[in-house]
Antibody, heavy 116, light 107 residues
């Protein structure tokens, strides 16, 4: 059974940094593209970033490009999101999700709150 | 970026009814790379339909997707109590992948 578990969220001041983690199990992690998708409180879904299995293809949404960095460690079945220069509008639940294009498995999410 | 507009914003229905949700794209979605998700309060989204009309694993056949180009539809043939939720469409034909704003199906 596929399982994705996020952690690393919390309260951070504007301009601060945070690193999110997603641990994966139940599938061959290195063979799949992984994504971060976020959802602001009471709002819709926003795709944030993806990394393919070998990290040779990496994309970002325009709203986070230059501030966020996605990475993965296939030996540890882990996905990361380094978030720098955080803004109020980055407040959201961050989900990791498996798949290229469409997302067939999701974690339960980790809440990031950016506030002074 | 491709903007997806879903309509209506909210639907008030009863169990047993047939539902049609609309998703319109600001430009043609390449090769019908269009997906639909269901999200219930406090839960992660769940993939229902991908590639415009293929059902994800475990999704009952009362859910169906159709459309092409810029106009797509999710149909629920007969609403079950567990189907009351928010539904999102998503395109993955061109980066950045984008979602519609969602349609809430309520009792």
């Amino acid at each position: 059974e596929v399982e994705l578990v996020e952690s690393g969220g919390g309260l951070v001041q504007p301009g601060g940094s945070l690193r999110l983690y997603c641990g994966a199990s139940g599938f061959t992690f290195s063979s799949y593209t992984m994504n971060w998708v976020r959802q602001a409180p009471g709002k819709g879904l926003e795709w944030v970033s993806l990394a393919n299995g070998g990290s040779t293809t990496i994309y970002y949404a325009g709203s986070v490009k230059g501030r966020f960095t996605i990475s993965r460690d296939n030996a540890k079945n882990s996905l990361y999101l380094q978030m720098n220069s955080l803004r109020d509008e980055d407040t959201a639940v961050y989900y990791c999700a498996k798949g290229w294009g469409h997302f067939d498995n999701w974690g339960q999410g980790t809440l990031v709150t950016v506030s002074s | 970026e491709i903007v997806l507009t879903q309509s209506p914003g909210t639907l008030s229905l009863s169990p047993g009814e047939r539902v049609t949700l609309s998703c319109r794209a600001s430009q043609s979605v390449s090769s019908s790379y269009l997906a639909w998700y269901q999200q219930k309060p406090g839960q992660a989204p769940r993939l229902l339909i991908y590639g415009e009309s293929s059902r994800a694993t475990g999704i009952p056949d009362r859910f169906s997707g159709s459309g092409s180009g810029t106009d797509f539809t999710l149909t629920i043939s007969r609403l079950e109590p567990e189907d009351f939720a928010v539904y999102y469409c998503q395109q993955y034909g061109a980066s950045p992948w984008t979602f519609g704003q969602g349609t809430k199906v309520e009792i």
